[in-house]
């Protein structure tokens, strides 16, 4: 598995930005896909995760009812839409992949993503 993350930049506080995370490497019927942040000095956390098939989503608390998670089959990339950006939303945003078997279930530990990719940086300024 093979994820590129993309789209990071400098925003204004109030504004949007997309990022991207194109996956290779494997059929993801039976993946999620997630996007995880860390601010400088602090931990990874969850932000928004998807099953690949099937469009079920959720978030953290924290960005709920402002980032949206999607996909683009024809193009192998899960998008993360964020509006209403503060500047507690800069941080390097990664996107990671699971493998989730015969049952779906809902994961926003860190450890239980197997796959990552490089991250962006997404910069939100006051």
């Known amino acids: 598995v093979q994820l590129q993350a993309s789209g990071g930049g400098l925003v204004q506080a109030g504004g949007s930005q997309t990022i991207s995370c194109e996956a290779s490497?494997?059929?993801?019927?039976?993946?999620?896909i997630a996007w995880f942040r860390q601010a400088p000095g602090k931990e990874r956390e969850f932000v928004a995760a998807?099953?690949?098939?099937?469009?079920?989503?959720y978030y953290a608390d924290s960005v709920k009812g402002r980032f949206t998670i999607s996909r683009d089959n024809a193009k192998n990339t899960v998008y993360l839409q964020m509006n209403s950006l503060i500047p507690e939303d800069t941080a390097i945003y990664f996107c990671a992949a699971r493998l989730w078997g015969n049952h779906w279930y809902k994961e926003d530990n860190v450890v239980k993503y197997a796959y990552w990719g490089q991250g962006t940086l997404v910069t939100v300024s006051s």
């Open positions: 998807r099953r690949w098939n099937g469009g079920l989503t």
């Open positions: 490497g494997r059929t993801f019927n039976r993946y999620a």
